[in-house]
């Protein structure tokens, strides 16, 4: 069975700060990996996926299979960043269903 | 399209009733998925559509829940004998056939078994 855990509930930075969102996965196989972000009064949406290797609004994410990490980067923190982020999991086997990690709520000050 | 749509947004029911939840997909989609959120943790999934088949399903889905998806269009998700621990979020989503990763969310309905 697959697991997603992300060990920080709550992350707080300044704005214009580095910020990076841990996603720590356990899969046997190949796995794909996603972030999904959720901002206020929004639906939760796809961010990024590590295949793509795109980077959007800034952040990039790299798939480290040795450390099984998936984190979440970005160089200058802005305050519209601020929002809850999921990372997901998709196994090779799966039609498409995604494993979730608990999220982590990202607030950016001025 | 305006999105992934569901129906109720809220319910409150007492405990033993029945409830049953509408989702409307994005029309083009024929990929459809129910999962449960509980408060402090991510989405959890319940079960998924491709078209009218039921393609996959959790563990979590006990008897007590059926899924429908009788057009490949809209779904219903209905929960029996509702117990409190049903309490939650339920989100529905839907995808396109070549791109299941790409889910699209709609806004939940909240379930509060009393």
């Known amino acids: 069975a697959q697991r997603v855990t992300q060990p920080e509930k709550l992350l707080s930075v300044f704005k214009g700060a580095p910020v990076e969102l841990k996603c720590n996965y356990s899969y046997s196989g190949s796995p794909e990996l996603f972030w999904y972000v959720q901002y206020s009064r929004q639906r939760l949406q796809l961010l990024l996926r590590h295949i793509s290797r795109e980077s959007i609004k800034g952040f990039t994410a790299d798939l480290n299979k040795g450390e099984t990490s998936f984190h979440l980067k970005k160089p200058f923190a802005q305050e519209e960043d601020s929002a809850m982020y999921y990372c997901a999991l998709r196994a090779g086997t799966s039609y498409g269903k995604l494993t979730f990690g608990q999220g982590t709520i990202l607030t950016v000050h001025p | 399209d305006t999105g992934v749509s569901q129906d109720p947004r809220h319910k409150i029911t007492k405990r033993g009733q029945n409830v049953t939840f509408r989702c409307d997909p994005i029309s083009e989609h024929n990929r459809l998925y129910w999962y449960r959120q509980t408060l402090g943790q991510g989405p959890e999934f319940l079960t998924y559509f491709q078209n009218e088949a039921q393609l996959e399903k959790s563990r979590l889905l006990s008897d007590r829940f059926s899924a429908e998806r009788p057009k490949g269009s809209f779904s219903t998700l209905e929960i029996q004998r509702t117990e409190q621990g049903d309490s939650a979020m339920y989100l529905c989503?839907?995808?396109?056939?070549?791109?299941?990763?790409?889910?699209?969310f709609g806004p939940g309905t909240r379930l509060t078994v009393t």
């Open positions: 989503a839907s995808s396109l056939g070549d791109r299941p990763y790409e889910q699209y």
